[in-house]
């Protein structure tokens, strides 16, 4: 059983930064991939970046590649979301997720990926 863990949101004055941790446990997670998504109130859930975990390889919505950097820490078993210049628009409930056999697809580069492992959210307030 995949279990996944984010910490790190908050409340921050447009222009500032944060950054989410996404501790991960239950499986090795050197072949796979990792994302974070977002979900404002009254929209869809929104990828927002990814991380191949054996390689480092990183993928980026567009509006967020310029401001936020999604890392990975091997020993930790830890993926970050690094956020900088925050906007209003950036304010949602985060969360991070790993592709499994079954889950939700979502197209990243071009690729389908199946999202089916994920945490129980974090919540980011960025406040004008």
């Known amino acids: 059983q995949v279990q996944l863990v984010e910490s790190g949101g908050g409340l921050v004055q447009a222009g500032g930064s944060l950054r989410l941790s996404c501790v991960a446990s239950?499986?090795?997670?050197?072949?796979?991939?990792m994302g974070w998504f977002r979900q404002a109130p009254g929209k869809e859930r929104q990828f927002v970046a990814g991380?191949?975990?054996?390689?480092?390889?990183?993928y980026y919505e567009d509006t967020v590649k310029d401001r936020f950097t999604i890392s990975r820490d091997n020993a930790k078993n830890t993926v970050y979301l690094q956020m900088n210049s925050l906007k209003p628009e950036d304010t949602a409930v985060y969360y991070c997720a790993c592709d499994s056999p079954r889950g939700e697809a979502v197209v990243v580069a071009g690729v389908t990926r199946i999202f089916g492992s994920w945490g129980q959210g974090t919540q980011v307030t960025v406040s004008s």
């Open positions: 239950g499986r090795t997670f050197s072949r796979y991939f």
């Open positions: 991380i191949n975990w054996s390689d480092g390889s990183t």
